[in-house]
Structure formats: C-alpha cells, structure tokens
C-alpha cells in the first residue's frame, strides 16, 4: 500500500484545485489503479489466480462489485478504492495456499469496509475545501493517525484470511508459507513488521482451536 504516500502527494497539490479530501483519496487511488499494467489474460498463472480470487470471493459472499486485476509490476497485492483487488501475475506461481492466503488478506480489507473507515479518518483531520496552511498543519499528526489505523487493518486482514483459510481446510501454515515467499521486512508506515504479523497470526490461530 503505497497510498498514503501518493495521497500525501496528490494532497500538496490538492489546495490549488478546490477540492475536498475525499475527492482527493479517489484521484490519488486513480492514479495509483491507472499505473499499472494489465497481465497476460490466457497466461497460466493469471487464469491461476483468477481462479483463486473467484472461489475466495464466492466463499466471502462477496459480488461482482469486486474487481481483480492481475498486473506485473513492482507490486504484489493491493486494494483500490476498497473493493479493486490488484494482484501480481506471479502470484499463479505460488503454491496455491500462500496465493490463497494473499488474496484473501486483500477480500478481508474489501469485506471489513477498511478503505470506507480510512475516509473517514481523513475527514475527520481535513473537513470541507482543502486549504494548503490547514493540510500541511495536520499532514504529521493525519500520517500518525493513519499509518496506526493501516497497521490494525493490516492485522485484521490478516485474521480474516485465517478464518477464510479454516473454512477451506487449510491451516496457518499457508500463511507462513505466504510469508516466507514474500520475504521478511520490517515495520513501514502502512504495513507491521513480517514478525509481529506471524505472531498475530499464531495467535488468532490459537484462539479458533
Ligand atoms: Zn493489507
């Protein structure tokens, strides 16, 4: 989730345009849906991963409203204006449960309305017409607000995709398989630290047995 970084740009610019700071979110998430390139349709792990993202979405009760779009590109997986999935075409190339684990991570921001409750934060901090003197006034304490709310979200994907897993059959396993394919990292302003997720993770998983 490189948004808060791109909305903190498009936001500097924002002041000149007379626009409001949802307007602002929709452009900046646009923009970001606009960069990237389509994958191969007929390619084997696109199928793979539509496929995937069809069961899950199906399982979720989710409807058509939910987009995917399998990209190459410097991304992995990510969430668009709450309910665009965006997925790399490599991710056909996992083993199905951490591919599984992934895509159900991003239905669980889909599902859980967390781009909805990140709008809110911003209007919250800049109500009405942007003003350039009243963004750059909060933009440190909104980034703080908002990278503490993206990290809970992040969690809370992550538990879903657990729940959607277990009612697969399958097990946390796949999600530290998911893990271990992706890399270890460190926290961000949008995501925590790989550690602290698997340890989420363990925990959510002690608590369904
Ligand atoms: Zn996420």
Redesign the pocket.
């Given at each position: 989730?490189r948004w808060l970084f791109v909305t903190l740009l498009v936001l500097s610019g924002a002041a000149a345009r007379c626009e409001g700071i949802v307007e602002v979110l929709g452009r900046s998430q646009q923009l970001q849906l606009e960069a990237f390139t389509d994958a191969d349709a007929d390619a084997p792990s696109t199928r793979k991963v539509r496929q995937s993202f069809e069961a899950l979405r199906d399982r979720a009760g989710l409807g058509p409203t939910v987009e995917l779009r399998v990209v190459t590109g410097p991304v992995l997986a990510?969430?668009l204006h709450g309910r665009v999935i965006i997925a790399h075409q490599s991710l056909g190339d996992l083993d199905e449960g951490a591919r599984l684990f992934i895509l159900a991570?991003?239905l669980?921001?889909v599902s859980l309305k967390h781009w909805p409750q990140m709008t809110l934060l911003y209007q919250a901090w800049l109500p009405g017409e942007l003003m350039q003197a009243q963004s750059d006034a909060v933009a440190a304490l909104l980034g703080h607000d908002a990278s503490a709310l993206a990290h809970r979200?992040?969690f809370e994907?992550d538990v879903f995709a657990l729940h959607m897993l277990h009612a697969l059959g399958r097990s946390a396993q796949d999600a530290v398989s998911a893990f271990v394919q992706m890399g270890v990292y460190s926290d961000t302003a949008t995501?925590p630290g790989t550690r602290k997720r698997l340890a989420a993770l363990r925990a959510a998983e002690g608590e369904l047995k």
């Open positions: 989730m990510e969430t991570h991003e669980g921001h979200q992040e994907a995501h």
